[in-house]
C-alpha cells in the first residue's frame, strides 16, 4: 500500500485539477509524473567507487 501512495496522491491531484477546469495544468501534472516514472525506470544505476 505504501507504494501505491504517492500514484494515488497524483490520480486525486490530477482530478481535483481537472474539476476544477485547470485541464491544461493537470495535463502538465500527469506528463511531469509519467516522464519522472519513466526516468527512475530507465536511469542508470549508481555504483560506488570501486
Same mark, same amino acid.
Given at each position: ?6 500514484? #494515488? !496522491?497524483? =490520480? &486525486? ?9 485547470? /485541464? ?6 500527469? #506528463? !511531469?509524473? =509519467? &516522464? ?9 544505476? /549508481?555504483?560506488?567507487?570501486?
Amino acid at each position: 500500500m505504501k507504494g501505491l501512495l504517492p500514484w #494515488l !496522491a497524483v =490520480l &486525486a491531484l490530477v482530478l481535483l485539477l481537472s474539476a476544477l477546469r485547470l /485541464r491544461p495544468l493537470a495535463t502538465a501534472v500527469s #506528463l !511531469a509524473w =509519467l &516522464a519522472w516514472c519513466v526516468w527512475t525506470w530507465i536511469r542508470p544505476t /549508481r555504483r560506488g567507487p570501486g
